[in-house]
């Protein structure tokens, strides 16, 4: 089938060349030249373990390509996906600018009919009011006899996954209104149909609604246990024996019961507001998830005060780790930038910042020159004659630190090991002061 995607990100990308490997003609589009210049070379913009070889291959069957000329992208999809960014407004809802000028495009461009089908995570009853608005676009414009039919397919992958979930995702939810989208998204998702995945069809409501109900709940999850954290401190217990004691429940699952500094992300910050927002709007309020907002930006800010209390004149800190979970270059609402942005605002400490793949984001945001960072090459680089290490982000690199070699190179001995990779016990056999989150 002849396939075109909009937006080359962590989720156009993955799915393009997913589609790609199936066996489909595949365009992606993307308004950023620099990503599609990259992409033409064979070069992957963002770090995604197994995306590099898939983007080989798709190149090489001569069934991938990548493109900013929208004209053409829109005019070779017979189905075409939207999966550009939906990031929070600044009043809590998703923006969908993007999805809207994305909308614009096709309308402006098709001259034969389509199914669109939005991959981006969008709020229930966007896909009605896209299918409405080409509609109107194109009746303007002349083309009342072209048909559009706009379905919603909402991705799960999770970033540093993204390759391996795509394949092998836990469900495919299609929402459609037409009997051509769901024939279309069925022939796409056939191998799907072949493996026994499981795959739900609905309308575009539930299909929406069944996007941030998930994040939602997987959020709540784990600002539970952050909370139960906290408490464990205060009463000298320790959280992930709690934790894992609730995971044999089958009933609770251990997955997602690991405390830290707060979720973060480019999906969970935003969506759980996006779906606040929208319950809001319906007056059907959504009393809990708006708790587990409040409640995760206390989580952040706790984290950073651990470090401003222990250190009130400050002091020259390592942070291992910046992109907000390992396998990703992602740093958006990276917890670990919360925490380095609170320290930086503090005025009193320097900070030696290194992470495996994100320090280039990193340096973008915080910028290269930003006085009182010092950016580092590797572990051993950043925490040379530092005050204490800070660890937010767990990469396997990090969880095998010898911290008895360290103790030779370190100024001070202190752990602030936001996401319990180390016991206690051992770190402090090694002569280090241990500050995890929730082990009292
Ligand atoms: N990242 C994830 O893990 C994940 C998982 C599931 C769902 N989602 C959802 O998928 C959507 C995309 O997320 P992402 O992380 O891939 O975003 P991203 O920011 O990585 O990528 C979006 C891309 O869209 C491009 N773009 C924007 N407007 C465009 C236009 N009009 N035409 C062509 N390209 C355009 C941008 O240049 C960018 O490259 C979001 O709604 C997100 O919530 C993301």
Known sequence: ???????????????????????????????????????????????????????????????????????????????????????????????????????NDIANYMEDDKVVVDKSTVPVGTARALQAHIRRLLDVNGKQNLNIDVASNPEFLREGKAVGDFHNPDRIVLGVSSQRAQEKLLAIYSVFIRANKSIIVTTPETAEMIKYASNAFLATKITFINEIANLCEAVGADVQQVAAAMGKDGRISP????????????????????????????GAHQTLVEQVIRANKEQKKRAADKVLTRFPQGATLAVLGLAFKPETDDIRESPALDIVTTLLEAGRFILRLYDPKAIKNAQSLLGIDCPNIIWCTSTTDAIEGTDAILLPTEWPEFSSLDFKKLGGRVHGKILYDFRNIYQKAQVEQAGFEYYGTGIG
Request: proline share 4%; charged share 20%; hydrophobic share 35%.
């Open 1 to 103: 089938m002849k396939i075109t995607v909009i937006g080359t990100g962590y989720v156009g990308l993955i799915a393009g060349l997913g589609f790609a490997k199936w066996g489909n003609e595949v365009v992606c589009l993307d308004i950023t030249e620099e990503k599609i210049k990259l992409l033409q070379q064979g070069i992957c913009p963002i770090y995604e373990p197994g995306a590099t070889s898939h983007l080989h291959d798709g190149l090489e069957s001569g069934r991938l390509r990548f493109t900013t000329d929208t004209k053409q992208a829109v005019q070779h999809g017979e189905v075409i996906f939207i999966a550009v960014g939906t990031p929070e407004a600044q009043d809590g809802s998703a923006d969908l600018k993007y999805v809207y000028s994305a909308a």
């Open 255 to 282: 997955k997602f019961l690991h405390a830290g500094p707060g979720y973060g992300g480019s999906c969970f910050p935003k969506d759980t507001k996006a779906l606040a927002d929208t319950g809001m709007k319906y």
